[in-house]
């Protein structure tokens, strides 16, 4: 089996955290090499922003040519939710819009948040590409959410990445349900809005970080 991370840089004055590389099989595949990495570390929090997908405005992202093989079942490394959008090129695709699934979150849990374990592993986070989805090129979003300055909307802070990588060996047996990016986040949800000072003012049922893919049309 292949392990996959997600490798996650912060910046030493604001401590905001970005996807920039991805491990695949003990490999690191390099800086910006296959990941759509912003010229500016900054967050997004508005919701309803294009940008929520892969991000963007006002985070300028660097266009990159290499799309990544990975064998279905294996373990890349990256941080927080993952969520991935089935495309027909990787390099051309938007991101906004329909078809974006998730396969892993990671939130609070043992007293333990998510974003806490990515730094306690040196800034990496393995995942797994699910064996049951369909071959071909996918963006794998990985996204982190800081919360402390969530109590009142907008204020928790969105930081995400895509990645463009072509799943093979997978039998397509399963269609997972999608959801829209922006349009899956309200404001008021809780994770979005709440407060992380004792006492949490809402269930934490919401995760500091995701990853996912999604299908799109060329853009």
Not at 44 to 56: E, F, R
Not at 84 to 105: H, N, R, S
Not at 158 to 183: D, H, R, W
């Amino acid at each position: 089996m292949k392990l996959l991370r997600l490798l996650a840089a912060t910046g030493a004055a604001s401590a905001h955290t970005i996807f920039v590389s991805l491990e695949v099989d003990g490999q690191n595949l390099g800086i910006s090499n296959g990941v759509r990495t912003p010229s500016y570390d900054g967050p997004i929090m508005d919701v309803s922003s294009q940008s929520l997908a892969c991000n963007g405005d006002p985070n300028p992202t660097m266009a990159t040519d290499t799309v990544i093989d990975v064998k279905a079942g294996s373990t890349p490394r990256r941080p927080h939710h993952r969520l991935p959008q089935k495309v027909d090129d990787a390099k051309t695709a938007a991101g906004p819009g329909d078809g974006w699934f998730k396969i892993q979150e990671d939130g609070y849990s043992g007293g333990v948040w998510g974003t806490s374990k990515v730094i306690q592993n040196g800034g990496k986070h393995a995942i797994t590409i699910p064996e049951c989805i369909e071959e071909g090129q996918y963006l794998l979003r990985a996204e982190m959410i800081a919360l402390h300055g969530a109590g009142t909307y907008p204020g928790a802070q969105f930081y995400m990445e895509c990645a463009q990588i072509n799943v093979v060996g997978a039998s397509g047996a399963k269609k997972p349900s999608t959801v829209s990016l922006p349009g899956a986040y309200s404001g008021s949800d809780p994770g979005v809005q709440i407060s992380v000072y004792y006492p949490l003012s809402r269930t934490m049922s919401s995760p500091a970080h995701r990853y996912s893919p999604a299908k799109q049309s060329d853009a």
